[in-house]
């Protein structure tokens, strides 16, 4: 991959890990957590099993410099921690608005690093968004009481379809003004 197509994205640093581009080194690590149906069945657009290639495909469009999502790993390595823990991400909307998506690996479920990640990436604000939205799937209480906790209030009831699940899934929609 050339450089000049490589995006300048920020890099946002906490006492506990780094937010970070993506980076080729990460598609181990992101495939073997990708590819836990546990993380698969909690988002709309992973699919189950993971296709070949999908997860290479996938981190050369994180860095692509024309995108409309910006992707973040979430590495633990400032605190002697995995690389990879996670993913977060911010899908540009109109109005100045943007979305948000995150996954952690299941290693490193109820140890409070989705409320930090999101609430680092809402505090940078990197897009210069005046509100972010984000949407869980109501079987996923978990993120829903991230988002929660982060202080994104309920704006109601909506469903996404889910690759995975091969199926259309009742959603709980949120939002939280900058």
Known sequence: MSLDNVKDQQVI???????????????????LYMGDERVARMTPSIPHPMPPGAVEAY??????RKQEEDIWAI?????????????????????????????IAPLFWNTGLASE????????NPLNN?????????????????????GF???GDAESFS???NAN?????????L
């Open 163 to 165: 690759v995975s699940r």
């Open 13 to 31: 640093e906490t006492s506990r890990f780094v937010l970070r581009p993506l980076r080729e080194a990460d598609s181990g690590l992101i495939a």
């Open 59 to 64: 981190v050369s469009r994180a860095a692509a």
């Open 169 to 177: 899934v009742p959603t709980w929609t949120y939002s939280r003004k």
């Open 153 to 155: 209030d309920y704006l």
């Open 75 to 103: 590495d633990g390595t400032p605190d002697g921690g995995e690389d990879l823990k996670g993913i977060i991400s911010l899908k540009q909307m109109d109005r100045n608005h943007s979305e948000v998506s995150f996954w």
């Open 130 to 150: 005046d509100a972010m939205f984000a949407s869980v799937f109501q079987d996923n209480a978990a993120s829903a009481r991230v988002l929660i906790h982060c």
């Open 117 to 124: 990640a999101v609430e680092a990436l809402v505090q940078a």
